[in-house]
């Protein structure tokens, strides 16, 4: 998120570093579109905080800066709470940071795909396997719990949405029509997550799609989404056949 405040009071700022990634400060004369765009492209959750130099009061919160972070000039650029210098250095760590965040996302999220794999393997091998079959229902409700739990953590990581009440409202119902998958038979319950998971794809793809904190999750939730959708939907047809 892209926005520009004036630094006004101690107070403002201190909410201004909570509730925000990255905070620049820059003066009038500071050109940061092109930090911007890379930020809004990065997905990035940030705020410009702008510092004009004609108010004795601004200079005064300005010496203050300086004598902090002991960087002389503008832009100064913090990442999550804390200084790390002007435009470059700021790069310099978003991108090491990015990639760290990037293995991670795609090292979890393609492990989490082992079960649905083994399980499905499994059927092939030993066709109406109880234990593959009612392991696969048990992982994928529990799958599609988890991607609901992902809308309550942006709320509580950002309280003052707008739209809060519809993301945690959303986010408990996959875990609770995957439990009522649970409750009915192992081919039926197959049949039920499948389409419950193409569900959450469709309606997720529509509550992230504005968020730019989320850029790197949506394409990773893209990828997975569509490689569990396969593999359930040939699980479920290696059952039926198996009868």
Known sequence: MTESTNADGD???RDTFNAHQVVVFRSGLTD?????????????????????????????????????TGWHGLPMAFYQGEFVGGEPELRRVLTSAEGRRSHWLASLGYGGLVPFVAATAALAIWPGNAFATTALVGYAAVILA??????????????????????????????????????????????LLLGLVALVHVVD?????????????????RHLSWAVLALLALAWALVLVAG
Do not use: C, K, N, S
């Open 32 to 68: 940061t579109r092109e930090l911007a765009a890379w930020l809004e492209r990065l997905g990035v959750d940030h705020t410009f905080v702008d510092m004009p130099m004609g108010e004795a009061e601004q200079r005064e919160r300005f010496r203050h800066l300086q004598q902090h």
């Open 11 to 13: 107070g403002d700022l």
């Open 205 to 221: 793809r529509h509550l992230l799609a504005a968020d730019p904190a989320m850029v790197a999750y949506r394409r990773l939730r």
């Open 146 to 191: 988890f991607l609901g739990a992902v809308h309550w953590g942006r709320v509580l990581a950002h309280p003052e949405r707008a739209d809060a009440p519809q993301l945690l409202q959303w986010g408990v119902i996959p875990a609770l029509l995957a439990w009522v998958a649970l409750l009915t038979p192992p081919p039926v319950a197959l049949g």
